[in-house]
């Protein structure tokens, strides 16, 4: 499947919003220039790679493609130098992530329609190529992976995947496919900052 190339731009703001996610990170813990950089790399790139070894995707889009890797390592260092103008601006920088988010759902998703893996197995590459690396990034730190918490961050990807799949399924272009399917999971990942949305936990 071809992406259109505003697709591949706004894939690329993604990569750099989630780069700089990871390098704030690190910040926060007080780590040095590689170790900061090192989280905002993975964060970024850490789940697409994942994806594309799972599916035999070899060499990763990491390597094909190096303005991926580029623009992690520049953002993660400029985050080490300029973290507090980006703290001061932290809201923007949900509002890209949540945006790279839905577009990382619909690219895994569509990779997995492309190598057969089947419904589930599709849904699953978008939700890992969006979530993984911020899972890789707070397990380095010790914590308990943020998907795996409160947030509402990997069921929009389940949602956005399986509404692209359903799309692509009744004969909805590409395009729209791709368009609805983003803004649905940037929707929800907006709203559930702004309103705090959380799934529920045991009492």
């Not at 080490?80 to 998703?109: N, P, Q, S, W």
Request: with cysteine.
């Amino acid at each position: 499947m071809t992406f259109p190339k505003i697709i591949y731009f706004f894939d690329l703001v993604g990569t750099a919003a989630f780069a700089a996610s990871g390098a704030i990170a690190g910040v926060r813990k007080k780590m040095d220039i590689y170790g900061i950089t090192f989280l905002g790399v993975v964060t970024a790139v850490g789940g697409g790679t994942l994806r594309d070894i799972i599916v035999g995707r070899i060499p990763p889009f990491i390597f094909k493609d190096y303005n991926y890797l580029i623009i992690s390592i520049l953002v993660s260092v400029l985050t080490f130098y300029f973290h507090y103008v980006i703290e001061r601006r932290f809201k923007f920088l949900l509002i890209m992530d949540a945006l790279g988010l839905g577009i990382f759902t619909v690219i895994g998703t569509s990779i997995g329609l492309e190598y057969n893996i089947g419904m589930i197995g599709s849904v699953f590459l978008g939700v890992m190529t969006g979530t993984f690396g911020g899972m890789i990034r707070d397990v380095l730190q010790h914590e308990i992976p943020l998907v795996l918490q409160k947030e509402i961050y990997a069921s929009a990807c389940l949602v956005g995947g399986i509404l692209f799949i359903s799309a692509k399924k009744i004969g909805v272009s590409d395009g729209v496919s791709i368009l609805v399917s983003v803004m649905v999971v940037f929707i929800i990942r907006l709203l559930a900052i702004l309103k705090n949305w959380n799934l529920p936990k045991p009492k």
